[in-house]
């Protein structure tokens, strides 16, 4: 069966620090993997996917950046944090991208203080 | 015109009544309407799913209602249960692309 990790669970980190969240899959070759923003009582901000090794589409230009090294690794990095960087990060994956259903990780909970 | 449009933004209901959740969208090459439901601080997980060519799909307490005209439907919980609390998501995927639009979320609380 499939198994998607994401850790840290929580991060608290100050303002202007690095960033690195990294996101795993197991069980499954070749996923389709995004990562979401969600704010604190809003919807799911999608800020990345990624069909294939190296390969990342971007959907909101800001100060993150994702890359993929490996087949069913999803890491999501920033040089500086904002404040307004804080939120819910959540990593996921598809079979296809033409699949409905996407398999959500547990989330990394950051607050840039 | 991507926008999934979602109401109310909370919701709360007594233990056996009825959860009905709005969601409106624009884009017409929308071919699947997925719910997800998410328990605090877990990530969500699909709940149910509809094609536009479907007015109705039922998956136990779970209904879903599409009116492919009015661009809108719904998700209907019946006979509500406090295990129900959670925020659930109603999106919008075109399965030629990529991207999945989902709505802001509705938290809904069933008091017991």
């Known amino acids: 069966s499939q198994t998607i990790h994401q850790w840290p669970a929580t991060l608290v980190q100050p303002v202007g620090s690095p960033l690195s969240l990294e996101c795993t899959v197991e069980g499954t070759s070749n996923p389709n993997l995004y990562w979401y923003r969600q704010a604190a009582g809003r919807g799911l901000q999608l800020l990345f996917y990624s069909v294939g090794i190296g390969q990342i589409s971007s959907e909101v230009p800001q100060n993150l950046s994702a890359s993929r090294p490996q087949d069913r690794q999803f890491i999501l990095s920033s040089k500086k944090l904002l404040l307004s960087d804080s939120g819910f990060y959540l990593c996921?994956?598809?079979?296809?991208?033409?699949?409905?259903?996407?398999?959500f990780g547990p989330g990394t909970r950051l607050t840039v203080t | 015109q991507q926008q999934v449009k979602q109401s109310p933004q909370s919701l709360i209901v007594q233990k056996g009544g009825i959860s009905i959740i709005n969601c409106a969208y624009e884009?017409?090459?929308?071919?699947?309407f997925p719910w997800y439901q998410q328990f605090p601080g877990k990530g969500p997980a699909l709940l149910i799913a509809i094609r536009p060519d479907v007015s109705e799909k039922k998956e136990g307490r779970f209904t879903i209602s599409f009116n492919k005209s009015a661009k809108q439907f719904s998700l209907h919980i019946m006979d509500s249960q406090p295990g129900d609390s959670a925020t659930y998501f109603c999106a919008g995927l075109n399965t030629g692309g990529f991207k999945t639009i989902f709505g802001a979320g509705t938290r809904l609380f069933v008091k017991a």
């Open positions: 884009n017409t090459a929308f071919d699947y």
């Open positions: 996921a994956w598809s079979i296809t991208p033409r699949d409905y259903e996407q398999y």
